[in-house]
């Protein structure tokens, strides 16, 4: 091309970030089978035949209502850039019992009919208990996290499921999930939701959330499932928001932390 | 510095290929935590405190016997590159009942003391039944895989835990383990090994095989676990030797295979 090259000292031109960076500006908890759509970075499990996170930002602009955006236009489908031996398909939900439950909530991304579109694929789906779950205290969960986001300058959340170990009658520890339908789609036993809010300009605060995958009573109000950050990052096999520097997070679950993280 | 740019035209240096590029000549089966040994590659999954897959590569001047080198010198150790969240201990596995058990075999990375200090790191262990397990029929399956090397050009090995579901008592498929220790170290409830080797320059056969982490029989025969490999890759999440040329592959499991793979 007739570009002429760049000298060292040209000053390079103000790019704006991509939307992937933004979304991800407190790190990648891992780079597995990555999904970057418009609005959602989403990280695959090909064993689960569900996601290992999904990741999230909002801010106030973000949330306005469109009312163009309809989320009834919207299908659940699979998601071909996953190998065939790996994907989950309708099929596999269709009986069960279990709701094709968002991690990336459609509610999150209703800027463009793309964006709530792609928050369809069932790479972002896991089973979830429908009734008392997926409809009620996970979506207080999701409520709680928009509210959230439009009163504060940046909304991060990670998003997950889990399959965590419980004492069986031997008195070992034993890891035990359903699997459904023809391709094994994982049942997490739970679900984690991390948020993490800018209450002023590099002040933040974090809250960790971390749900059984079952009914759950609709008077059980939501910080009774907050937990240590650790405890869902041991259980995940990642780091969470572990780029936040040093001193940035005042709060973690409504408690004031000292200059320790 | 000082060198002189180079000219278009100027021929690169022959380098010796990487260990790591030898080893993994047909393909990685997925980059999660990538553990580049002298002589094997591991990928480590920090969330079963285990690998998911372990890859070697051996020839017949690689298995020639140097006496000066000592198993018994060696010492199972955690592996400190992991973060302590994720990592196995030795305490893990005291009291379980279970075996320290290497995926790739001690006895295949005999041509330096490192090479065979490194086999010894608790990221290549999962806990494996010991007697009639470890110790008998899968001790078996690895001295196969060495029998093969020493007799083939070259033999790509690639070994894992998988944590297959079963029907239980309700009708339903669950997957089911136990955990060990402190970290919870996941018992796989399958290992696979699967044994790629090259007959004649460019032509390979493959064996793929997959035994339950139990006491198994003496007498039974090794090829009673033969599996087809797509059976392996499904349950596993990820693809195994996929880079391998079309038509390349003559044997499947001691069969013939026509122009498809
Ligand atoms: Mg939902
Ligand atoms: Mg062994």
Same mark, same amino acid.
């Given at each position: 091309?007739?570009?002429? +090259?760049?000298?060292?000292?040209?000053?390079?031109?103000?790019?704006?970030?991509?939307?992937?960076?933004?979304?991800?500006?407190?790190?990648?908890?891992? @780079?597995?089978?990555?999904?970057?759509?418009?609005?959602?970075?989403?990280?695959?499990?090909?064993?689960? =035949?569900?996601?290992?996170?999904?990741?999230?930002?909002?801010?106030p602009d973000?949330?306005?209502?469109?009312?163009?955006?309809?989320?009834?236009?919207?299908?659940? =489908?699979?998601?071909?850039?996953? &190998?065939?031996?790996? /994907?989950? /398909?309708?099929?596999?939900?269709?009986?069960? $019992?279990?709701?094709? $439950?968002? #991690?990336?909530?459609? $509610?999150?991304?209703? =800027?463009? /009919?793309?964006? !709530?579109? /792609?928050?369809? @694929?069932?790479?972002?789906?896991?089973?979830?208990?429908?009734?008392?779950?997926?409809?009620?205290?996970?979506?207080?969960? %999701?409520?709680?996290?928009?509210?959230?986001?439009?009163?504060?300058?940046?909304?991060? !959340?990670?998003?997950?499921? #889990? *399959? #965590?170990? =419980?004492?069986?009658?031997?008195?070992?520890?034993?890891?035990?999930?359903?699997? !459904?339908?023809?391709?094994?789609?994982?049942?997490?036993?739970?679900? @984690?939701?991390?948020?993490? *809010?800018?209450?002023?300009?590099?002040? @933040?605060?974090?809250?960790?959330?971390?749900?059984?995958?079952?009914?759950? +009573?609709? %008077?059980? +109000?939501?910080?009774?499932? &907050?937990?240590? #950050?650790?405890?869902?990052?041991?259980?995940?096999?990642?780091?969470?928001?572990?780029?936040?520097?040093?001193?940035?997070?005042?709060?973690?679950?409504?408690?004031s932390i000292?200059?320790?993280?």
């Open positions: 091309s007739s570009t002429p +090259p760049m000298s060292p000292t040209d000053k390079l031109p103000d790019l704006p970030p991509s939307r992937a960076s933004q979304i991800m500006k407190f790190g990648y908890p891992g @780079f597995d089978n990555l999904r970057t759509f418009e609005d959602f970075v989403l990280s695959y499990d090909r064993k689960t =035949r569900t996601a290992h996170w999904v990741c999230e930002h909002l801010t973000r949330m306005v209502y469109v009312p163009d955006i309809d989320r009834s236009k919207c299908d659940f =489908r699979p998601d071909e850039s996953i &190998h065939s031996y790996f /994907q989950s /398909q309708n099929e596999d939900y269709r009986g069960s $019992g279990y709701d094709r $439950g968002h #991690l990336a909530a459609a $509610g999150n991304h209703r =800027r463009s /009919q793309n964006s !709530i579109n /792609q928050t369809f @694929f069932l790479t972002n789906m896991s089973p979830q208990v429908g009734k008392g779950f997926n409809r009620d205290k996970w979506n207080d969960v %999701e409520k709680y996290a928009r509210k959230l986001a439009k009163k504060h300058l940046n909304t991060y !959340i990670l998003t997950g499921p #889990l *399959y #965590l170990a =419980r004492k069986e009658a031997d008195g070992h520890m034993y890891v035990r999930y359903k699997v !459904i339908g023809k391709s094994q789609v994982a049942v997490p036993t739970h679900f @984690f939701k991390v948020i993490l *809010y800018e209450t002023s300009p590099n002040n @933040f605060e974090l809250e960790a959330f971390l749900l059984p995958n079952e009914v759950i +009573p609709d %008077e059980t +109000p939501i910080e009774k499932f &907050h937990v240590p #950050l650790d405890a869902i990052e041991r259980a995940a096999g990642f780091l969470i928001f572990d780029k936040i520097p040093k001193g940035a997070l005042k709060k973690v679950n409504g408690k000292g200059g320790f993280w």
